[in-house]
């Protein structure tokens, strides 16, 4: 397989008529992890949201491209099945649909017709990543995301994303709500795919998590767009230091994204809404 | 105004059919008493739907079948076909008007249990079938259930004697395939004490013509008694499905209905248990699939009488295309029915804009010492399911599928009769596929 090549261009991003993405640029080649961080509400999750296709999202300039292919022309299923996926803060809890039942349909969705995993093969699989992440087997069994945890929901994610095997993976705050251990069992799955083969862009706000996933490239985003960019070191200055030193370098007071009128800011410590 | 201010037909009519099929004098004389009734009676009043706007004129006229002789045949009207050549099956087939095919296993024969057409079983099980007839559904309820009374035709019979238990569900096909001749089924359950019967129909329809199916069911769940009636009903276009379903449940004993409305025609049907015994319970799981313009009202219900008494009713249904449904949930508890539990769940998925679905639980309770509750939604697919479906490349029609199929599951997969679930998968598919 050929590596990744994932191309980001002058992409804006508005939701609702509040440009929230002002003009993103980033090239990530396979085999490259990429960190993202930023203070809260600077688009970092919108970016996320607005690669993957989300409806709410609305695209208003900018290219983005997979190999040279376009993405931004591509549907949601589209994107995924070329390679792209995205780790969700806030994954969907869907009553009725097994989680077995919706990762075979993911797998079976890359295969021709005619062509779909054996269902022994599949459940081998299943058992052995699982295992790897240390989830209880019956989660398999279980209702997708159906009162899992905060923790159990980020494993699932990187279930799906062992699974699936894409070739730009995005993992959006994949740390928020998880404990050591987690964090470290997540770590470890999300290191056991780095790969030539695959390219990794890493949205978070601590930098804990990188302490366990090494990145290869830091970039701060603020006001919607990316102001400064770096090797590991950068997210360690960003540790010791806050963010308020880049804040002065780039002469920016009001790091946020959006319209200011837009008071609302997500607190810290709250969770956010189940669907 | 209402369609039905004349009668489709007379007591010269009813005297002739009842003469004909050679019932005994008392079943003339309710069917007759039943349509001076049906001439004073009013529709029933249903939550929210103008009933008197359906069909509700094309009621047809008694034919005779011709019983059927070979397998092949059975097959060619009922599309398929029953595990006869088993010798433990137990099937019978009412083709329009008349039953045209009946089989009882031997050893459920040899132990006293009867499984036959009603007119069959009222000539020759008078003493079995007299008591219970039009007892749980009268004839002097409303218009429809007076006008079945004059009418019914063909039907069912099975008595279930003391303390036997059967293991194999007897099997009932009722096929409408001339919408001239009156498809008016009546199925009358007898289990008598600690006995215990699975009975499973299927109910289908040929013909683009306009038709009513008038159907009763009565069930007589005697102390002890442990009842499971699983019925499909799969009733085409041009057919008005006007259904009441009723169960009479005595101490301890216990009723399970398995409903799948799977019509495509208008349809009004009423599922009720009356908990009249101490520690009697009731167990109800409805799904519905709603395509194109068909209107729906259906309602569960239990009726809590003695102590103790359970109830747990679960209605899934999902509204495609134009298709519209109020779906009732009534608990009703009475003065005396300490400690009795209710707990109903109605949900609608609707799946485009035109749909509508009405989920209306309803709770009346008139004692202080019971438990009740219920919960009742209705909304269209959550557009973030979708997403996250597609995300993981899922396509948009396969995500749809998956979460409409995920809504039904939890009653489909609860059904106990492995056949019975892989049937009504089928139909959800089928209905769910255009």
Same mark, same amino acid.
């Given at each position: 397989?050929?590596?990744?090549?994932?191309?980001?261009?002058?992409?804006?991003?508005?939701?609702?008529?509040?440009?929230?993405?002002?003009?993103?640029?980033?090239?990530?080649?396979?085999?490259?992890?990429?960190?993202?961080?930023?203070?809260?509400?600077?688009?970092?999750?919108?970016?996320?949201?607005?690669?993957?296709?989300? !409806?709410?999202?609305?695209?208003?300039?900018?290219?983005?491209?997979?190999?040279?292919?376009?993405?931004?022309?591509?549907?949601?299923?589209?994107?995924?099945?070329?390679?792209?996926?995205?780790?969700?803060?806030?994954?969907?809890?869907?009553?009725?649909?097994?989680?077995?039942?919706?990762?075979?349909?993911?797998?079976?969705?890359?295969?021709?017709?005619?062509?779909?995993?054996? =269902?022994?093969?599949?459940?081998?699989?299943?058992?052995?990543?699982?295992?790897?992440?240390?989830?209880?087997?019956?989660?398999?069994?279980?209702?997708?995301?159906?009162?899992?945890?905060?923790?159990?929901?980020?494993?699932?994610?990187?279930?799906?994303?062992?699974?699936?095997? !894409?070739?730009?993976?995005?993992?959006?705050?994949?740390?928020?709500?998880?404990?050591?251990?987690?964090?470290?069992?997540?770590?470890?799955?999300?290191?056991?795919?780095?790969?030539?083969?695959?390219?990794?862009?890493?949205?978070?706000?601590?930098?804990?998590?990188?302490?366990?996933?090494?990145?290869?490239?830091?970039?701060?985003?603020?006001?919607?767009?990316?102001?400064?960019?770096?090797?590991?070191?950068?997210?360690?200055?960003?540790?010791?230091?806050?963010?308020?030193?880049?804040?002065? #370098?780039?002469?920016?007071?009001?790091? $946020?994204?959006?319209?200011?009128?837009?008071?609302?800011?997500?607190?810290?410590? $709250?969770?956010?809404?189940?669907? | 105004?209402?369609?039905?201010?004349?009668? !489709?037909?007379?007591?010269?009519?009813?005297?002739?059919?009842?003469?004909?099929?050679?019932?005994?004098?008392?079943?003339?004389?309710?069917?007759?008493?039943?349509?001076?009734? %049906?001439?004073?009676?009013?529709?029933?009043?249903?939550?929210?739907?103008?009933?008197?706007?359906?069909?509700?004129?094309?009621?047809?006229?008694?034919?005779?079948?011709?019983?059927?002789?070979?397998?092949?045949?059975?097959?060619?009207?009922?599309?398929?076909?029953?595990?006869?050549?088993?010798?433990?099956?137990?099937?019978?087939?009412?083709?329009?008007?008349?039953?045209?095919?009946?089989?009882?296993?031997?050893?459920?024969?040899?132990?006293?249990?009867?499984?036959?057409?009603?007119?069959?079983?009222?000539?020759?099980?008078?003493?079995?079938?007299?008591?219970?007839?039009?007892?749980?559904?009268?004839?002097?309820?409303?218009?429809?259930?007076?006008?079945?009374?004059?009418?019914?035709?063909?039907?069912?019979?099975?008595?279930? !004697?003391?303390?036997?238990?059967?293991?194999?569900?007897?099997?009932?096909?009722?096929?409408?395939?001339?919408?001239?001749? $009156?498809?008016?089924?009546?199925?009358?359950?007898?289990?008598?004490?600690?006995?215990?019967?699975?009975?499973?129909?299927?109910?289908?329809?040929?013909?683009?013509?306009?038709?009513?199916?008038? %159907?009763?069911?009565?069930?007589?769940?005697?102390?002890?008694?442990?009842?499971?009636?699983?019925?499909?009903?799969?009733?085409?276009?041009?057919?008005?499905?006007?259904?009441?379903?009723?169960?009479?449940?005595?101490?301890?004993?216990?009723? #399970?209905?398995?409903?799948?409305?799977?019509?495509?025609?208008?349809?009004?049907?009423?599922?009720?248990?009356?908990?009249?015994?101490?520690?009697?319970?009731?167990?109800?799981?409805?799904?519905?699939?709603?395509?194109?313009?068909?209107?729906?009202?259906?309602?569960?219900?239990?009726?809590?009488?003695?102590?103790?008494?359970?109830?747990?009713?679960?209605?899934?249904?999902?509204?495609?295309?134009?298709?519209?449904?109020?779906?009732?949930?009534?608990?009703?508890?009475?003065?005396?029915?300490?400690?009795?539990?209710?707990?109903?769940?109605?949900?609608? =998925?609707?799946?485009?804009?035109?749909?509508?679905?009405?989920?209306?639980?309803? =709770?009346?309770?008139?004692?202080?010492?019971?438990?009740?509750?219920?919960?009742?939604?209705?909304?269209?697919?959550?557009? #973030?399911?979708?997403?996250?479906?597609?995300?993981?490349?899922?396509?948009?029609? %396969?995500?749809?599928?998956?979460?409409?199929?995920?809504?039904?599951?939890?009653?489909?997969?609860?059904?106990?009769?492995?056949?019975?679930?892989?049937?009504?998968?089928?139909?959800? #598919?089928?209905?769910?596929?255009?």
């Amino acid at each position: 397989m050929t590596k990744p090549h994932f191309v980001i261009e002058g992409l804006r991003s508005s939701i609702e008529g509040k440009e929230i993405l002002t003009g993103i640029n980033l090239e990530i080649k396979g085999g490259e992890v990429h960190a993202i961080m930023g203070p809260n509400g600077t688009g970092k999750s919108t970016l996320a949201s607005s690669l993957m296709g989300h !409806p709410k999202y609305e695209i208003t300039a900018g290219n983005v491209t997979l190999d040279g292919e376009d993405i931004l022309e591509m549907a949601v299923d589209e994107r995924a099945r070329a390679g792209l996926f995205l780790a969700m803060q806030y994954p969907s809890e869907i009553t009725g649909v097994t989680n077995a039942d919706f990762m075979r349909s993911a797998i079976n969705s890359r295969r021709e017709e005619g062509n779909e995993i054996s =269902l022994i093969r599949f459940i081998r699989q299943l058992e052995a990543k699982m295992k790897e992440l240390e989830m209880n087997p019956e989660f398999a069994h279980r209702y997708l995301n159906e009162g899992f945890s905060g923790g159990e929901k980020k494993r699932n994610e990187i279930l799906q994303m062992m699974l699936l095997e !894409p070739r730009i993976v995005i993992l959006d705050e994949i740390d928020s709500g998880l404990d050591i251990d987690a964090m470290k069992v997540v770590a470890a799955g999300v290191n056991s795919m780095r790969s030539e083969e695959r390219g990794f862009l890493i949205i978070t706000h601590y930098q804990r998590l990188l302490d366990y996933i090494k990145p290869d490239f830091v970039h701060v985003i603020m006001q919607g767009r990316i102001v400064k960019s770096g090797g590991p070191e950068l997210a360690e200055r960003l540790e010791a230091e806050g963010y308020d030193w880049v804040k002065e #370098e780039v002469g920016i007071e009001d790091e $946020t994204a959006g319209p200011k009128e837009e008071e609302f800011k997500m607190p810290m410590n $709250t969770r956010g809404p189940k669907y | 105004m209402s369609v039905l201010t004349v009668l !489709p037909v007379d007591s010269d009519y009813v005297r002739n059919m009842s003469n004909t099929l050679g019932e005994p004098a008392w079943v003339t004389e309710l069917r007759l008493a039943a349509l001076e009734s %049906a001439a004073k009676l009013d529709l029933p009043k249903l939550e929210k739907t103008r009933i008197d706007r359906w069909n509700l004129g094309s009621y047809g006229k008694y034919k005779a079948e011709n019983r059927v002789a070979s397998t092949a045949e059975l097959q060619s009207i009922i599309g398929v076909l029953p595990e006869e050549e088993q010798p433990g099956t137990s099937v019978l087939v009412q083709r329009n008007s008349s039953v045209v095919y009946t089989k009882l296993a031997e050893d459920l024969a040899a132990k006293g249990v009867v499984f036959t057409d009603l007119h069959t079983a009222m000539r020759d099980h008078e003493k079995l079938v007299r008591p219970y007839f039009l007892t749980a559904v009268g004839y002097e309820e409303n218009r429809f259930t007076a006008l079945h009374a004059a009418i019914w035709n063909g039907g069912v019979f099975v008595y279930v !004697p003391r303390g036997v238990v059967i293991d194999v569900p007897l099997q009932a096909y009722l096929h409408s395939d001339d919408p001239e001749a $009156t498809f008016a089924p009546h199925i009358v359950i007898v289990a008598e004490d600690n006995s215990k019967v699975t009975y499973v129909d299927n109910r289908t329809s040929a013909g683009d013509d306009k038709l009513i199916h008038s %159907a009763v069911v009565e069930i007589f769940a005697k102390p002890g008694a442990h009842v499971r009636f699983a019925s499909i009903h799969n009733l085409g276009e041009s057919v008005t499905d006007l259904c009441y379903r009723r169960a009479v449940v005595d101490n301890d004993a216990s009723i #399970e209905w398995i409903v799948g409305e799977m019509n495509h025609g208008d349809s009004m049907t009423d599922t009720s248990s009356v908990l009249r015994g101490g520690g009697s319970s009731s167990d109800a799981k409805v799904i519905n699939v709603g395509t194109k313009k068909q209107r729906l009202n259906l309602t569960t219900r239990a009726v809590h009488i003695g102590r103790n008494s359970k109830s747990q009713m679960l209605t899934r249904a999902v509204m495609k295309d134009e298709a519209s449904a109020i779906i009732n949930g009534i608990t009703k508890i009475e003065k005396g029915a300490t400690g009795a539990f209710g707990e109903q769940t109605e949900k609608v =998925l609707m799946l485009s804009p035109k749909a509508r679905g009405d989920a209306n639980p309803m =709770l009346l309770i008139d004692e202080d010492e019971v438990m009740a509750g219920h919960a009742a939604s209705a909304g269209q697919v959550n557009p #973030e399911h979708i997403h996250y479906l597609m995300s993981r490349g899922i396509t948009k029609e %396969a995500a749809e599928k998956l979460i409409i199929y995920g809504f039904l599951a939890p009653i489909v997969s609860e059904i106990p009769i492995e056949s019975l679930e892989e049937q009504l998968q089928q139909l959800v #598919e089928r209905k769910l596929g255009s």
